[in-house]
């Protein structure tokens, strides 16, 4: 291999052989000039990784085209390649896996995807619900992938992120904040893949806007109305009225009512009476029901957990028919391929009008569930196991429902104390007070 300083003069002199060749310089050992029969020529640089020595193989790496960078340039790169592999690096090792890094869309999808698989066939293994897959993709889809999709994993930086939060938050501050937890549970997915180092993540220090925690909490008198607007849907048929606004063929002139099946009605007030989340019923198995322990095993948001059947439950689930292996068979379910009920979307939006509570969610129906549990004097720990709460702070939204109780006490002391400082009777006999330090 033929040896030079390398300057513009000598670099210029340099002509094409038959097979390919690189002349090195001889004043920055490892840097060179690397020549093509073509007569395309590159500025290299050569060097041992590790601790070198002739037991360690070189590797090459490209410092840029000759014409492209002038031998001035490229020495400056040279040394700088050079100074990182005297301190550990090794750039060939780096380039290879920025090559191989794939970018935020293809690995988020890659990701999404198999989750998905894992959700449908394997739902107790499952790492992310069918719901939040869902969601995923949609902010994808809306926010994520025209901004940031693009972006190899290891280049997206924080600032970046913040850009895009700032953006998407001026108008929907939850739904930045919801594509900020989905960044970091991608990144996560990705140092779990040996990626990128365990705790990468560039949403981390990302403020989070304030969100207004949606609380909507059922009273006695409307889970009445509830109740006969369900019992009303499954015999007579809940009436309706056709939009005005919206042109539609063949509607029936008269008896337009909406009438819903025994498993809605059933999985309705199922969700009433326990007060677990929506997929927690409809995915709920057969061999998962113990009408004996009163208790059904669901596979939810936090794992496989037991949800507490009280009687009226248990029966509901004693009269249900056996028609599948799920409880709630949806439209597509087959023996060979049993499926659950999707959703309750139509029957609850018919039930709810009925019933005068618009705007009210099925998850409402959870609060509510908590609600009258806090009224009925159970503690936020009890709530919580209740509900399959994982973390404390999450039943601590219920805590002023849970002070209900100690306030209707409170204000029956108080009416005691008032009476006895007023000289009047209470409900009860008012006893003196013992006067002396005996009496503390």
């Given at each position: 291999?033929?040896?030079?300083?390398?300057?513009?003069?000598?670099?210029?002199?340099?002509?094409?052989?038959?097979?390919?060749?690189?002349a090195?310089?001889?004043?920055l050992?490892?840097?060179?000039?690397?020549?093509?029969?073509?007569?395309?020529?590159?500025?290299?640089?050569?060097?041992?990784?590790?601790?070198?020595?002739?037991?360690?193989?070189?590797?090459r790496?490209?410092?840029?085209?000759?014409?492209?960078?002038?031998?001035?340039?490229?020495?400056?790169?040279?040394?700088?390649?050079?100074?990182?592999?005297?301190?550990?690096?090794?750039?060939?090792?780096?380039?290879?896996?920025?090559?191989?890094?794939?970018?935020?869309?293809?690995?988020?999808?890659?990701?999404?995807?198999?989750a998905?698989?894992?959700?449908?066939?394997?739902?107790?293994?499952?790492?992310?619900?069918?719901?939040?897959?869902r969601?995923?993709?949609?902010?994808?889809?809306?926010?994520?992938?025209?901004?940031?999709?693009?972006?190899?994993?290891?280049?997206?930086?924080t600032?970046?992120?913040?850009?895009?939060?700032?953006?998407?938050?001026?108008?929907?501050?939850?739904?930045?904040?919801?594509?900020?937890?989905?960044?970091?549970?991608?990144?996560?997915?990705?140092?779990r893949?040996?990626?990128?180092?365990i705790?990468?993540?560039?949403?981390?220090?990302?403020?989070?806007?304030?969100?207004?925690k949606?609380?909507?909490?059922?009273?006695a008198e409307?889970?009445v109305?509830?109740?006969?607007?369900?019992?009303?849907?499954e015999?007579?048929?809940?009436?309706?009225?056709?939009?005005?606004?919206?042109?539609?063929?063949h509607v029936?002139?008269?008896?337009?009512?909406?009438?819903?099946?025994?498993?809605?009605?059933?999985?309705?007030?199922?969700?009433?009476?326990?007060?677990?989340?929506?997929?927690?019923?409809?995915?709920?198995?057969?061999?998962?029901?113990?009408?004996?322990?009163?208790?059904?095993?669901?596979?939810?948001?936090?794992?496989?957990?037991?949800?507490?059947?009280?009687?009226p439950?248990?029966?509901?689930?004693?009269?249900?028919?056996?028609?599948?292996?799920?409880?709630?068979?949806?439209?597509?379910?087959?023996?060979?391929?049993?499926a659950?009920?999707?959703?309750?979307a139509?029957?609850?939006?018919?039930?709810?009008?009925?019933?005068?509570?618009?705007?009210?969610?099925?998850?409402?129906?959870?609060?509510?569930?908590?609600?009258?549990?806090?009224?009925?004097?159970?503690?936020?720990?009890?709530?919580g196991?209740?509900?399959g709460?994982?973390?404390?702070?999450?039943t601590?939204?219920?805590?002023?429902?849970?002070?209900?109780?100690?306030?209707?006490?409170a204000?029956?002391?108080?009416?005691?104390?008032a009476?006895?400082?007023?000289?009047?009777?209470?409900?009860?006999?008012?006893?003196p007070?013992?006067?002396?330090?005996?009496?503390?």
């Amino acid at each position: 291999m033929p040896t030079m300083k390398i300057s513009k003069a000598t670099v210029d002199r340099l002509a094409p052989a038959e097979k390919v060749y690189t002349a090195f310089d001889t004043e920055l050992k490892g840097f060179g000039v690397r020549v093509w029969p073509s007569g395309a020529a590159s500025y290299i640089v050569e060097y041992r990784p590790g601790s070198g020595g002739r037991g360690v193989s070189k590797r090459r790496v490209t410092v840029g085209t000759v014409g492209v960078l002038t031998p001035e340039e490229a020495r400056k790169a040279a040394k700088s390649l050079l100074a990182g592999v005297e301190k550990g690096d090794d750039p060939a090792a780096g380039r290879k896996r920025e090559r191989e890094m794939p970018t935020f869309a293809a690995f988020a999808d890659a990701y999404l995807d198999e989750a998905s698989e894992i959700a449908e066939a394997r739902p107790a293994e499952a790492r992310l619900r069918p719901g939040s897959i869902r969601n995923y993709r949609s902010l994808m889809a809306q926010h994520l992938r025209a901004v940031i999709g693009t972006t190899k994993l290891d280049a997206l930086t924080t600032a970046d992120l913040a850009k895009l939060h700032k953006r998407v938050g001026k108008e929907k501050p939850a739904t930045a904040n919801r594509c900020l937890e989905f960044v970091g549970s991608v990144y996560k997915e990705a140092a779990r893949q040996g990626l990128l180092p365990i705790g990468t993540n560039p949403a981390r220090g990302i403020p989070a806007f304030k969100e207004l925690k949606r609380e909507r909490f059922l009273s006695a008198e409307e889970v009445v109305r509830l109740g006969e607007a369900i019992r009303e849907g499954e015999t007579v048929g809940i009436p309706w009225e056709p939009d005005p606004e919206k042109k539609a063929k063949h509607v029936p002139k008269t008896n337009q009512r909406t009438k819903i099946d025994p498993d809605t009605a059933a999985a309705l007030r199922l969700l009433i009476f326990t007060g677990a989340r929506l997929r927690e019923i409809l995915h709920a198995k057969w061999q998962d029901v113990d009408l004996e322990r009163g208790v059904l095993f669901v596979t939810g948001k936090t794992g496989r957990r037991p949800v507490i059947l009280p009687a009226p439950a248990a029966a509901i689930l004693a009269e249900l028919p056996h028609h599948s292996v799920y409880v709630f068979p949806g439209a597509l379910d087959t023996a060979e391929k049993p499926a659950p009920r999707a959703d309750l979307a139509k029957p609850w939006a018919a039930v709810s009008r009925r019933a005068g509570l618009e705007g009210v969610r099925l998850h409402d129906l959870r609060h509510s569930f908590a609600s009258f549990a806090a009224a009925g004097g159970a503690s936020l720990p009890i709530i919580g196991r209740l509900l399959g709460h994982t973390q404390p702070q999450t039943t601590a939204r219920y805590s002023h429902l849970a002070d209900d109780p100690l306030r209707a006490v409170a204000d029956r002391v108080g009416d005691r104390v008032a009476a006895a400082l007023s000289g009047e009777k209470a409900d009860g006999e008012v006893v003196p007070l013992r006067r002396g330090r005996s009496a503390v």
